[in-house]
């Protein structure tokens, strides 16, 4: 299963890509100064929400392009992929780091940059991408 270093490396190998911690200096991805993938370890509140149902292993948070595509990988595989109240409205998940293939991260952590990079920077790369 995939580890941070996967992260880590599927990340910077995308274009105009950056590592800076976040607000909490934990490792964050952004293209252009845009957040695209991040670690998001469950708050107080994030617990008390999910109750039993939440996991204890290593959290990524991911952009995703619009709502749609998030209700998608929610009932697509929710053993990997879930969300808590402080995201509902917003084109992200989480997912559990531990319970997802590194075939499966990579195409999760492309998706992401293409949701955050500016629009001529995406085209470049899906042109290059073939």
Not at 21 to 49: C, I, M, N, T
Not at 79 to 87: D, I, W
Not at 116 to 128: D, G, M, N, S
Request: negative net charge; aromatic residues 6%.
């Amino acid at each position: 299963m995939a580890t941070w270093d996967d992260v880590r490396r599927i990340a910077l190998a995308l274009p105009e890509t950056t590592e800076r911690g976040s607000h909490d200096d934990l490792p964050a991805w952004r293209v252009r100064d845009k957040l695209f993938v991040w670690e998001r370890p469950l708050r107080r509140a994030d617990l008390d929400a999910l109750g039993d149902a939440a996991p204890d292993g290593p959290i990524l948070g991911a952009r995703v392009p619009d709502l749609g595509a998030k209700e998608a990988l929610l009932a697509d595989d929710p053993e990997v992929y879930f969300t808590t109240p402080h995201f509902e409205g917003h084109p992200s998940v989480l997912v559990r780091l531990d319970r997802i293939g590194v075939e499966e991260l990579t195409e999760l952590v492309t998706e992401a940059w293409h949701a955050r990079a500016p629009k001529r920077l995406a085209a470049a790369h899906r042109a290059e991408a073939g």
